[in-house]
């Protein structure tokens, strides 16, 4: 009878496959699921077969002990074997592929195509005209230029209008001249454009005859594409070594009154005739469409990370054993504890849900692409406000989980060993091959709370969207609402806790409802008393933030109901069923602030007495459930981790392969310590 959780194999440890034997569910068919197909989830595991027969794919040396040069340096090299051998890997025009791909080689580290692939063609595809993708897409599909996307300033990120760089039209020569007028005005953190990237998209302020047009994006040469070395008029470099992404080159770029051709600017929305001529676009943040794309993906990736962790921490608390319950004889694993249960189950819902809502959310962003290129930008504002939200509460929350991944896991969880792995032999060429930190998955995924807008400016653009809603009801105009937010108008309902998910969501909109009412009266009441509005506004910020994170909230909780209600494998949709319960009814615990006029305290009892009904339900199922990602050991990177299970003779092997093990005696002690003890003793 074959097993229905495909990662038991002979060998390993049999706590965990005492724990996968226990599943109820095909894990193969979860991860058609999870990755959106049969085909595509057997092409993950095809992909990354295909990269274990190739030994040039492995690190060459331990990346821990590498510096940053180093670091950057063992990127580009895996780079390069990947590109070599990309034609037989994957198919180059997926880009899910390719991105499996990356992610399974070059770890979390950064590299120099990441940008490239993620912000710089999808820039040129939603902004360039069809005459200048001729020119410059396929050269960035091809790789013969390495690009990325320069927008964010030394001083200035998320206000775009503040933005410095100036970008001046001459009719004269018809020429744009790029400018940093000021320190503060450098572009700082793009990746890839410290020492990789040659070409860039740049966001700088469009000005023609001392009129400011604000933020444009222009295609821009960096440096020659035979020497490498920056252009006359260009000044870019490193910024330096970070929370993560080591491997990357984030950089820094200022210009001296730089001369590019009229073309340059991206003029599929916006154009600049040759006498000066201004032609706006069709939508004011039409622009900002390689920004939402960003954050559309953001909830898959995010995900991605979170269940990353989970692997590590529900895998290991299923071989850690650690005190007694019943039996005296033998100690139990710390999975059985209900609150290592609470601790970790929620993040697997969460984990899940937010990758079910990045489905959603790209088939939206997908459309809306379509519909732009058609003239219709009425669905960019709702995306806009939509994937500002989902950015600020999947990233904070996808941080939280992590670090409560790392807690679970006791003291090893501290240790940088706890995101590497061990191919079993006591050789460095080998343990190198999958050597990372807990920081950096972390690292990663906080820098998510920062990049593409900081998370609380994001929640303040939602709350303007959901404001303007409130003021669209009060105007009469209700039926003008679109459906994510239809429920704002909607009377309350009585709630009938029969422990359907459908039941929690009423609770949610509840919550969501009310608080945006409440933040945007009390808004318009400091209006009316003669505030300003952005003093107003300033003064209901922290509402306006609360409001936005439950409409988010209740839109991710709504996004997971429906998906799981689309699924056909009935095993796999009941054990679905049964995670959505935990999730359901611990984001409501979450937020009995908000639902005190709604519930009674016996009725969060019950929902709190189900919640831990809930844990115990999906128990049996908990190794599946993260198995079910099917991240190899390769990708994975963890010692505590691995499919195995074999834990502890491994990381004893890792600790002694640690190069201050080289010798029993250090240089420093010889040097330093041992004439101390010395003198003490005289």
Known sequence: MTALNKSIEPGDNPDLTEERASGTFDTNAMAAVIYGSDKFAQRRREISEAISKIPELADSAPLPFLDRFGKVTEGSRKLSVILENIDKLIDPSSYEEGLHLYTEVMGMEGHPLALHEVMFIPALIAQASDEQQVKWLGRARRREIIGCYAQTEMGHGSNLRALETTATYSPETQEFILHSPTITSLKWWPGALGKSANWAVVVANLTIRDKNYGPHPFMVQLRDEDSHEPLPGITVGDIGSKMAFNGGDNGFLGFRNYRIPREYLLNRHAKVEADGRYVKPPHAKINHSAMIRVRSHMATGQGALLAHALVIAVRYSAVRRQGYLEDKSREVKVLDYQTQQHRLFPSIARAYAFIFCG????????????????????????????????????????????????????????????????NGECNLKYISKCASYISEIYGVAIAGCTY???????????????????????NGKSRELGPMVAYLAEKESEIDLNLRPNEYLKVFEYAARNQTWRATEKYQKLIEKGESKDVAWNNCAVEMTRASRLHTRLYIMSTFINHVGSIVDQKVKGVLIDLLNVHVTYEVMDIGIYVQGLLSSNQMDLIRNQLYVSLETIRPNAVSLVDSFQISDMQLRSVLGRRDGNVYENLFKWAKSSPLNKTDVLPSVTQYLKPMMDKSKL
């Open 452 to 474: 593409e807008g900081e998370n609380m400016v994001m929640l303040l653009q939602l709350a303007r969207y959901l404001v303007k809603s409130i003021e669209m009801i009060q």
């Open 359 to 422: 489905f959603e959310t790209i088939r939206l962003y997908d459309q809306l692409l379509i519909d732009v290129q058609n003239g219709n930008t009425s669905g960019m504002a709702d995306l806009h406000a939509l994937t500002s939200g989902l950015k600020s509460v999947v990233t904070y929350q996808t941080g939280e989980g992590i670090e409560q991944a790392r807690m679970a896991c006791g003291g090893h969880g501290y240790s940088m060993v706890s995101l590497m792995t061990w």
